[in-house]
């Protein structure tokens, strides 16, 4: 790219922008540094950093950026497996589905800019994650959404709700990925700090599959899609109050605004870019913009690269080196190619609309140089901006007593089994998702075998003639609870839905949602968390492929729950053979499939609902049995065995019976000649439990495998108990819950 | 029998309509920015959000350089079937009356519908019997049907199902000659077993002049 890339390499270099001021040790402190910190960043430079040397540092040695609070707690996770394409440490994981085929998937928090403008924030969650998907060259095929709100009685979190799903449509759905499925919870402590959380799969052959290190001293270095301007510039916005009086500060926009048209294109462009073999590899712009974006393609490539800022298409004529080095501007991608090869990169740009440029070149210095024009701005050796950020011990400590309220009681105690029920499913944790997802375009790309509510995890047809199920879930009431056996459960419960449709869970992908870490108990419930998710999944012999982590989520109130989020994706070999949630036949009998022990109130939505304070455990596991229901389940369901397979989840067997007489639109009539049964029977949660249906031979030969008791027979027009009765009008009117709040 | 599937900035469906039309005929894609319909016999215009919705649903895309060549495929009688955005184009570029507003709710809706054929007489409706109930998905933003003049309908929603308040329930409509046709709901996601229904697939059929089986 000319002269003014030409290499200079030297080891310590001086302050290389002469007329550029040291902003000093203050303004570190105040972009997100400690004073340690900032000495080790002198160390590795060997003098002060200037101003878009420590906007960089200050990115990069965040804790977003460097998961320097999790990291070595994210090491004890198992990563390994014979179907692990790419595991940790690429923008996303991939298994190995046959045939050739792979499937990319990730999931990413985007909870700050959603609790701020959550139209925006919620929409640029799902484009940013579909470009971490399509970066390794993989097809978005699909995406999936992770939401936690306060409760829906109060005017914010409705409003954070309608404006996120809002945005949530309106990226995915003009971008043309289909929304398959995800889940949604309120409770109190989601109040002043929502979580979005969004998932994105992608498919790609094997081979077209590209990773990210930057290779190759001469080639250039192209940025391309979207312009670069002021948006999203966060943790320099300190920084930038220096040159800046405050009126001016207060008119630059904080949150990324998303443009789902671009990114349309920005996928065609780089899938033909990708197919054409015109790159050597290929990032996106995240958090943190070019300045990640670049050192990690120079560090995992163990080289340097130089970028020239003044080369960088921009929205606003007037923007500073560091201000172009931070920005979070979206639909922005970064490729490497050969000099020979970059005019047929950019005719492939033209042709999609798509404005790309050299901006920089690969260099052997083993330095990121910021250029402007001629002038040196910036000077950093990669390692030690990508590298070499400390890494911390967490100081945990359980807490002695449940640090967070009792829920507000909406049921005063000594209902009926009748209204109970009612009220279960009538709970914003439990009413039918239909007026969020019908908002979604759950279709686009004709794979979607099971939509929302079909089954109990979707499922998409691959092109060899298989299908993958996925499911994502977390639900961080049990996990405040007990953080370690919370986490197990999130994951058997992703897994139990994985197993409805027959598919076994090839790897998984987490978001971990969590307080400040560097408070005792949060440090307690982070550090037990992930010693459940390594249990879960060694147990169940999935890997860890991928995963963000969100700390510092806590409100005027105190923290959110601890809310591990859980994405798995599995293989089936049959599409077609895929049990559904709701009963499908008159005359099949049901019965109820899976534990080896009592259900549990403790924690479960029924507390909940009467206002019981959260217990400081949760009782005991048994994850060689769940296993083992698991692999049952499956092998059933892919036999063609269960009609019906729906896991018990919030609010109990009763309230899994009635959903699926709602979802198949089917009474149900059990003899219960026992006389009334117990709360916890009828409502208490469990692991691996399923509401199955089929003929009666086929439930008796799962029998044969694990615990199944046959209750009765689906049919009529009402879910028979004994003596109590529901008529599916009631059940379904009271499931309808959640229309109200979009009218 | 070829079809061709235009494909615009910002096209969504194209290749799920490209595998639809391939189940009864031949079928490529046809760029937005060339004069050339490549010989088709018959051409769709997709769904999806061309040019991002900008200015106005298909406001842009009709001035594409391919859409000047479907206008006069069309005035010459050649079928041409709009789908959701492609419905917008068509009208927006003339080739069929009225006009898509939005939906009633203001929301996207994606959802099953069923679709009874009011006119079996049309290019992309022989296949199909006169008044038959197809299962078909619609979703969309901006699909509430609009004239003033009177049209020559082609679809309605069933009783009670209307997922945008279009007037008379109206889901497709044709040109006077029956050759252009354009619709909300997508056919190209109703062709297969593994999908909802199968239904979709007899106007491909229809276009095709072949039977219609999945």
């Known amino acids: 790219m000319g002269s003014s890339c030409s290499r200079l390499p030297r080891r310590c270099p001086p302050v290389p922008d002469a007329t550029a001021t040291i902003p000093g040790i203050e303004q570190a402190v105040a972009l997100g540094l400690t004073r340690d910190e900032y000495a080790m960043v002198i160390d590795k430079l060997g003098r002060e950093p200037n101003e878009v040397e420590l906007a960089m540092f200050s990115l990069l040695w965040s804790e977003h950026c460097a998961y320097k609070h999790s990291k070595k707690l994210l090491r004890t996770l198992p990563t390994e497996g014979p179907r692990v394409v790419m595991g940790p440490g690429e923008n996303a994981g991939a298994v190995d589905v046959g045939d050739g085929w792979a499937v990319a998937f990730k999931v990413e928090s985007h909870n700050h800019p959603s609790a701020v403008e959550p139209f925006q924030g919620a929409a640029t969650g799902v484009g940013g994650i579909l470009r971490d998907i399509f970066a390794i060259g993989a097809r978005p095929i699909a995406v999936l959404d992770s939401l936690r709100f306060g409760e829906p009685t109060s005017e914010r979190s409705r409003y954070l709700l309608d404006r996120a799903v809002a945005g949530i449509g309106y990226y995915g ?234 829920p507000e009681a909406t049921l005063a105690g000594g209902e009926s089994i009748h209204d109970t029920l009612l009220a279960l499913l009538a709970s914003p944790n439990i009413a039918s998702r239909r007026p969020l997802f019908e908002q979604y375009d759950c279709l686009v790309g004709a794979r979607t075998v099971r939509r ?35 986490t197990i459960l999130n994951v058997l419960e992703c897994a139990a839905n994985l197993a409805c449709v027959g598919a076994e869970p090839l790897g998984l992908t987490n978001c971990l949602n969590f307080g400040n870490p560097e408070k005792p108990h949060i440090a307690w419930q982070l550090s037990e968390s992930v010693r459940g998710l390594g249990d879960a999944c060694r147990a169940l012999d999935v ?163 694990i615990p199944v008791d046959i209750f009765g027979t689906v049919g009529g027009d009402a879910l028979v108990l004994g003596q109590e009765s529901w008529s599916l009008a009631e059940l379904h009117e009271a499931w309808l819950a959640l229309a109200p709040l979009f009218p | 029998m070829k079809f061709g599937v235009v494909q615009f900035p910002g096209s969504c469906d194209e290749a799920d309509a490209l595998a639809a039309c391939a189940r009864v005929g031949d079928a490529e894609l046809l760029w937005h920015g060339d004069h050339d319909l490549k010989g088709c016999d018959a051409i ?100 509430r049907f609009y004239s003033p003049d009177p049209v020559r309908v082609v679809f309605r929603y069933t009783q009670g199902v209307n997922p945008n308040g279009s007037q008379e329930d109206i889901a497709g409509v044709a040109n006077e000659a029956g050759n252009v046709v354009g619709l909300m709901p997508h056919p190209e996601h109703a062709v297969d077993l593994l999908h909802a229904s199968t239904d979709g697939l007899k106007l491909f059929a229809s276009a095709a002049q072949v039977p219609a089986g999945a």
């Open chain 1, 173 to 406: 759905n003009s971008v043309g990925v289909a929304n398959i499925g995800g889940e949604v919870y309120f409770e109190a402590p989601y109040e002043t700090n929502c979580l979005v959380n969004a998932m994105a799969l992608g498919l790609a052959r094997r081979e077209d599959m590209v990773r990210s290190a930057a290779a190759g001293v001469g080639n250039q270095v192209i940025l391309f899609g979207a312009s670069t301007g002021r948006d999203g510039i966060g943790g320099a916005s300190v920084l930038a109050s220096a040159e800046l009086d405050s009126e001016d500060e207060s008119k630059r926009p904080s949150v990324q605004v998303g443009d789902p048209f671009e990114e349309n294109k920005l996928i065609e462009c780089s899938l033909e870019l990708l197919a054409l073999g015109l790159l050597v590899s290929l990032q996106d712009l995240g958090a943190a913009g070019l300045t990640s974006s670049a050192s990690e393609m120079a560090s995992a490539g163990e080289v340097g690269i130089d970028i020239d800022v003044a080369r960088v298409p921009l929205r606003e004529a007037d923007m500073a080196p560091f201000e172009i080095m931070v920005s979070e501007s979206q639909e922005r991608m970064l490729c490497v190619a050969t000099p020979e090869r970059v005019d047929e990169v950019l005719a492939v740009c033209a042709k999609w609309e798509v404005h790309g440029t050299v901006v920089g070149e690969v260099t052997d210095t083993r330095h990121m140089r910021i250029l402007r024009g001629d002038q040196v701005v910036g000077d950093i050796p990669v390692t030690a901006l990508v590298d070499d950020c400390p890494l911390y011990d967490l100081a945990p400590e359980a807490p002695t007593s449940q640090i967070y309220p009792a």
């Open chain 1, 452 to 486: 929302p509510e079909q089954s109990d995890a979707a499922v998409l047809a691959l092109p060899g003639g298989n299908g993958i199920g996925v499911s994502i879930d977390g639900n961080g009431r049990r996990v405040a609870a007990d953080p370690y056996r919370g």
């Open chain 1, 543 to 705: 890997p860890v492929v991928g995963g963000n982590v969100s700390l510092y989520n806590e409100g005027a109130d105190g923290p959110i729950y601890p809310t591990p989020v859980v994405g798995l994706v599995g293989e089936l070999p049959d599409p077609m053979k895929t049990a559904q949630t709701g009963f499908v036949q008159e005359g099949h009998v049901f019965g109820f499939a899976g534990p080896n022990r009592m259900p549990s109130l403790a924690a479960s939505e029924l507390a909940k609902l009467r206002g019981e304070a959260l217990p400081t455990e949760l009782p005991e596991l048994d994850l060689a049995h769940d296993a083992r229901v698991l692999s049952a389940i499956r092998q059933a369901v892919r036999a063609g065995d269960l009609a019906t397979c729906h896991d018990v989840a919030e609010g109990g067997w009763l309230t899994a019976m009635a959903e699926s007489c709602l979802a198949g639109n089917i009474g149900a009539r059990m003899d219960d000649d026992e006389g009334p049964l117990a709360d916890e029977i009828l409502f208490g949660e469990m692991s691996c439990g399923f509401v199955v249906a089929g003929e009666q031979e086929a439930l008796e030969r799962l029998g044969q495998k």
């Open chain 2, 44 to 143: 769709v215009v997709p769904g999806g959000f061309s040019y991002g919705d900008y200015l106005r649903v298909g406001s842009i895309a009709r001035f594409s350089p391919v859409m000047g060549e479907v206008a006069a495929f069309a005035r010459e009688g050649g079928p041409v079937l709009g789908i959701c955005n492609g419905f917008q184009v068509l009208c927006e570029a003339g080739l069929l009356p009225g006009a898509l507003l939005p939906n009633q709710s203001l929301r996207f809706v994606c959802r099953q519908v069923g679709v009874e054929v009011a006119d079996a007489n049309t290019a992309f409706t022989r296949a199909c019997a006169p008044g038959e109930e197809l299962s078909i998905p619609v979703k969309h933003n901006t699909g």
